[in-house]
């Protein structure tokens, strides 16, 4: 909290009328009784050395005066690192940074190998060559026009215009290309049902169909339908090579084949793929038949041709006549050569019919796709493979487009070049191959290579049956990426930090692309991965740490330094580790578990505590001969940054922290812990002594405290929360510790209210102020230290275990606490004195002006002016103290009052009956201020003490002599032993003789008596009196024999009282036990006095019929001393000047000058 001084508030206080309204906004509160209990300020002022009444200066030692201020800085900085820690941090709160993600490393020679100019013309002249020899249909969105796709070419290779055109000149005279179709039969849905379970068997059949004549010329073709029905169009029969066929699937509607085929085409403008679905009927091998065919000769007709396979294979071979058990067509499909895509294609065909009497339905999917299998270019005609030949060019086609786009973007996707669709298209395979090699020498999107390797999954089937360069290739792919990805991970601190936004998004799609990975690794023979990838990720995670943290280690606190040199580095250290596992756990731990199934955060936590944990011992250890105040400083700092580590584990749901490396680490921390904790008592005093020297006693802007409290609060905060943040793990040393803190803390409370008592007796005093300002910013500073100090010491407590726990506390920080506040509760009531004690002179004044006021005027215009003199200053009051302090005041006030009117009434004798009356309207007026509807004092409060005697001795001053003596003998009735040890027992027997109109008193023994000689016993004897004297005129008191030295004398004797029963019966009437020992050589002395009341003893009550004489149980009476409210009736007879009350006082007056007040 930062200090503040301000100016006095001007205030204007303005005379205000005699009412009672300014206390109705007074809230109530019931003051706190201060309890009897040892107090800290007693327990401090008996040591030896503490005789001055100043307070002690704290002792410099190594450490300035000014050093204060510094010290609590410093802490601030440290408790304010401790309140980030306190709660597991939010990917929110690290997520700070949405800027572009730290560049990866890049490596030119990581790409596909460079080429000589050799080969890179070999190359462009087949990137002519398949422009120029393109087979299939452009899509719409594909360029068509031959001269721009060879201007971009000329473009990508960069060659100039007339070795562009030699080229393409060499490469016209070149031979066209042989052509092949790939088919994959993949799977057909919603077929016709020709078998009675409700299902068929079907099974493919597929060729290719060649027409006769000449090719045909590329423009709009009418449809050409074949099938098997009679009369169809003949031509020359084929060889059955180019017939293939499917495996049967039984009884679906929805097969899956999954099947790959290769054919040979003579004229891609001509020729047609023609495929047919049969439900197949018998067990016979269909790929036999096919293989049968061989020896089929003479057929004619295309569509025959199909049909004529199944029938030769079930008659061996051999044509016959048709057969019951034949297959049964599903569906045909017939597609053009020419109408195949450039770029392939994969679609649902609808099957057709072969006549319009047919019935057909269902789909059919196929993946289709025009090769070349020879082609006159120098690198076929060198052996390079056209898969090769393909990379290499897809690779300069990229490298181009990233050049053209942005070639110093990270997050260009591969985005497709308008002129080549059809080439760049050359499935996701090959396009991972050589995206993933230029993406270790141009970094890319990791969302582009995540989305080829999703294709690849998505047509993986394919890859089943790849040859084994095109395999091995996919496969060092894959290792090549995993090996860049692996040293990523390495230094994922650097390049995928956890505050940037960006770089977080890159990592999570890497790691998505090497969980794609895991998923081919087991489908290739030629393995790429040594191990299972997630162990090599798991120790590339694990060097990374280690090479991190020995680059933090190196720069913050090398081992090479002396090690007190080397502590504040290690300090950094730690912290640096804590905020990197906060940054594990709420970034990286997700990803990593959530996509590969690591646990990230144990495996970094564990691996960076056991390292933390090694430095740590090892300084330590060289450190605990080498102690100064600046190491136990530092050391402390670097225990706390140790501790969070430890809790941070701990907090997360389901961790021990038994295990760790961590474990113990507070043993040889705990010297400096110790010496830390006096140089923080001493900060502490030196604090507060500076902040009470600039505290001008004045209130703060909207505040009712100056400003050194807040200082003072501010202090204790922080030494509460910084034992928080200490946490004390053994629960013996925590006791010694916070025991020791507590008395601190105590001490400095203490010290801090004695500089403001000698602050507050240096301040000038105006004369004549009735209310102190600075003695109520002194009052309010108190009860705020008050709170603040309870409230700080209620957070020191030691973990449970260390010493019993009293109402949620150690029994030690208990005694303590109370100890505290029991002294500031002292002080605060102190200070109420002082503040009070200037209104006293009013208060009298005002008491006596009422007192002298003539009975010609009335009660509330005699009361007018105390009332308006209260009404002034309670408003003043208000608007200084606190609700708490204000009821303290209120409640000296009231005290004030009560013995003020009280000595009014003791200096006036024998006034008239208006003059109490006066008093009694003067003492429920102030009852009513004081109360004010409830929001003042509680009329319970108020009701009490002083005010019950007032109220006594009003009521008593309003009556008769007689009266007050009959009120004395009934406040005797009423009195109840508080001393049931200490004044004795004594047994009577009371009963009354109705024949004989007498009183039977029978006294039997008493015990326990006070021992009044020197030799440890007594000479007892009993007085026996009726009482009061009038209801009693012609009766005198009785006593007993003398039993000498014992505590415990039995008497067993009889009294005979002849009084009449009417009288015994009256209200006051008792009869009175006076207990004395007998002295031989000077007065009695008094031992203790019981009553008994008259109206109650047997004969009374009832009339007594026959019997015995001695009826009735013996009564043990408690024998006690005269309390308050007997001598005040005594007092008040005293002030009668008439006859009757001057004999009745002086018959006890001498008794009474034997009898002691109890305290």
């Not at 049964?328 to 057709?352: M, Q, S, T, Y």
């Not at 798991?538 to 502590?567: F, H, I, V």
């Not at 007018?864 to 006030?893: C, S």
């Not at 309207?921 to 929001?935: K, N, Y």
Request: proline share 5%; with cysteine; aromatic share 8%.
């Amino acid at each position: 909290m930062k200090e503040r001084r301000t100016g006095r508030h001007s205030r204007a206080l303005c005379p205000q009328a005699p009412t009672m309204s300014t206390l109705l906004e007074i809230k109530s509160s019931v003051l706190r009784q201060v309890q009897v209990c040892p107090s800290f300020r007693r327990r401090t002022e008996e040591e030896p050395g503490s005789a001055s009444a100043d307070p002690q200066e704290p002792a410099t030692g190594a450490w300035k005066p000014g050093d204060g201020v510094e010290f609590f800085t410093q802490m601030r900085l440290i408790l304010k690192k401790e309140e980030g820690r306190r709660s597991l941090p939010c990917p929110e709160v690290l997520l700070r940074s949405s800027s572009p993600a730290p560049t990866e490393p890049v490596d030119p020679n990581r790409g596909l190998r460079a080429l000589t100019q050799e080969e890179v013309e070999m190359l462009y002249e087949e990137a002519l060559y398949t422009v120029l020899y393109r087979a299939g249909t452009m899509g719409p969105d594909q360029v068509d026009d031959q001269e721009a796709l060879l201007s971009y070419l000329q473009q990508v290779f960069g060659t100039s215009p007339e070795e562009h055109a030699e080229a393409i000149e060499r490469v016209k005279k070149a031979k066209a290309p042989t052509y092949a179709l790939k088919v994959s039969v993949m799977r057909a849905k919603n077929l016709l049902a020709k078998d009675p379970n409700g299902f068929s068997d079907p099974y493919c059949m597929l060729g290719i169909l060649s027409a006769s004549g000449t090719p045909r010329e590329p423009g709009p073709h009418k449809e050409q339908r074949f099938s098997f029905r009679k009369g169809a169009k003949r031509g020359s029969p084929q060889p059955a090579k180019s017939i293939q066929v499917t495996e049967v699937k039984s009884s679906t509607l929805n097969p899956v084949w999954k099947e790959h085929f290769v054919f040979e085409i003579e004229d891609v403008s001509t020729d047609q793929l023609h495929l047919d679905i049969w439900d197949h009927d018998d067990d016979v091998s269909l790929v036999e038949a096919c293989r049968k065919l061989n020896e089929v000769i003479g057929l004619k007709g295309m569509g025959r041709y199909f049909k004529q396979i199944v029938k030769s294979a079930r008659a061996n071979g051999k044509a016959g006549p048709t057969e019951d058990h034949t297959d049964d067509f599903l569906g045909c499909l017939n597609i053009p050569i020419w109408e195949v895509p450039v770029a392939g294609e994969d679609r649902w065909f609808k099957l057709e019919p072969r006549s319009s009497a047919s019935r057909v339905q269902g789909d059919c999917q196929l993946v289709l796709k025009l090769i070349t299998t020879q082609r006159d270019t120098g690198m076929s005609q060198r052996g390079r493979s056209g898969f090769l030949s393909y990379l290499l060019l897809l690779s300069r086609l990229l490298q181009f487009e990233h050049r053209a786009e942005e070639p110093n973007s990270s997050s260009w996707r591969g985005s497709c070049p308008t002129p080549l669709p059809w080439l760049w298209a050359g499935g996701p395979r090959r396009h991972w191959q050589v995206s993933s090699r230029h993406h270790q020498t141009c970094t890319l999107d990791y969302g582009y290579l995540l989305g080829l390797l999703e294709d690849m999954q998505a047509h993986w089937e394919e890859a089943a049956s790849l040859p084994q360069e095109q395999e091995e290739s996919l496969a060092d792919s894959f290792s090549a990426f995993s090996e860049f990805a692996l040293r990523l991970l390495r230094q994922l601190r650097d390049y995928f930090p956890a505050t940037n936004s960006t770089a977080i998004h890159r990592l999570e799609l890497l790691l998505r692309c090497l969980d794609k990975l895991q998923l081919f690794q087991p489908s290739f023979e030629v393995c790429p991965f040594e191990t299972e990838l997630n162990t090599d990720i798991t120790a590339a995670l694990k060097r990374g740490n280690r090479e991190w943290y020995d680059r933090l280690l190196n720069a913050k606190s090398p081992r090479e330094q002396p090690g007190p040199q080397r502590l504040a580095g290690l300090v950094e250290l730690v912290d640096a580790v804590y905020e990197d596992l906060q940054s594990c756990y709420s970034i990286y731990a997700s990803l990593f578990h959530s996509i590969i199934k690591i646990d990230f955060f144990t495996l970094t936590f564990r691996q960076l505590e056991r390292l933390v944990a090694e430095e740590v011992w090892v300084l330590t250890e060289d450190l605990s001969s080498k102690m100064t105040l600046e190491v136990a400083s530092r050391l402390f700092e670097l225990y706390l940054s140790l501790a969070d580590i430890q809790r941070f584990w701990s907090s997360i749901l389901g961790r021990d922290s038994r295990s760790l490396a961590l474990v113990g680490i507070h043993a040889p921390f705990l010297p400096a812990v110790k010496l830390w904790l006096q140089v923080l008592r001493d900060q502490a005093k030196w604090r507060l002594q500076g902040a009470v020297d600039v505290d001008t006693l004045e209130p703060m802007e909207n505040s009712k405290h100056s400003s050194s409290v807040a200082t003072a609060s501010l202090c204790f905060s922080h030494i509460q929360e910084l034992w928080t943040c200490l946490a004390w793990p053994d629960p013996v040393q925590a006791q010694g510790l916070g025991t020791q803190l507590s008395q601190d803390l105590c001490e400095a409370a203490l010290f801090y209210t004695e500089l403001l008592r000698k602050k507050v007796d240096t301040q000038p005093r105006a004369s004549g102020e009735a209310v102190s300002e600075p003695l109520c910013v002194v009052l309010n500073n108190v009860e705020l230290l008050r709170r603040a100090a309870g409230q700080a010491l209620r957070g020191l407590a030691w973990p449970e275990g260390a010493a019993g726990l009293t109402g949620g506390l150690p029994r030690a920080l208990l005694n303590c606490t109370q100890a505290l506040d029991e002294d500031l509760q002292r002080e605060a009531c102190t200070v109420t004195a002082h503040l009070t004690s200037k209104m006293v002179g009013d208060i009298r004044k005002y008491v006596q002006h009422i007192s002298l006021s003539p009975d010609s005027i009335q009660n509330d215009e005699a009361v007018a002016p105390l009332m308006k003199y209260l009404d002034e200053k309670l408003a003043l009051l208000n608007a200084l103290l606190e609700k708490e302090n204000l009821n303290r005041v209120l409640e000296a006030l009231w005290e004030l009052l009560l013995q003020a009117i009280l000595q009014a009434l003791g200096t006036n004798l024998d006034v008239s009956a208006d003059f109490y009356s006066r008093f009694h309207f003067t003492l429920e007026a102030l009852v009513t201020f004081f109360h004010a509807d409830g929001q003042g004092l509680p009329l319970e409060n108020l009701r009490d003490g002083s005010y019950k005697r007032l109220e006594e001795e009003l009521r008593l001053h309003k009556c008769s002599t007689r009266e007050c003596i009959e009120q004395y003998y009934l406040d005797k009735l009423k009195q109840r032993s508080l001393e049931h040890n200490r004044c004795g027992r004594l047994s009577v027997r009371c009963y009354y003789e109705a024949a004989e109109q007498r009183l039977v008193v029978e006294v039997l023994h008493a015990a326990d008596l006070l021992p009044l000689d020197a030799n440890g016993l007594s000479d007892p004897f009993v007085i026996v009196e009726l009482g009061p004297p009038h209801f009693f005129p012609l009766v005198h008191s009785q006593r007993t024999q003398v039993k000498s030295r014992t505590l415990h004398p039995v008497y067993d004797e009889l009294f005979y009282f002849s009084v009449p029963a009417e009288v015994c019966r009256r209200r006051g009437a008792c009869v009175l036990f006076t207990v004395m020992d007998h002295d031989w050589l000077s007065t009695n002395d008094f031992a203790g006095e019981a009553a008994l009341g008259l109206g109650s003893i047997g004969g009374i009550v009832r009339p007594q019929v026959g019997g015995s004489t001695r009826t009735g149980q013996p009564i043990t009476l408690h024998l006690r001393r005269p309390r308050a409210q007997v001598r005040s009736a005594l007092r008040m007879l005293e002030g009668r000047t008439n006859r009757e009350a001057q004999e009745f006082v002086k018959r006890l007056r001498e008794l009474e000058k034997f009898m002691e007040a109890d305290p």
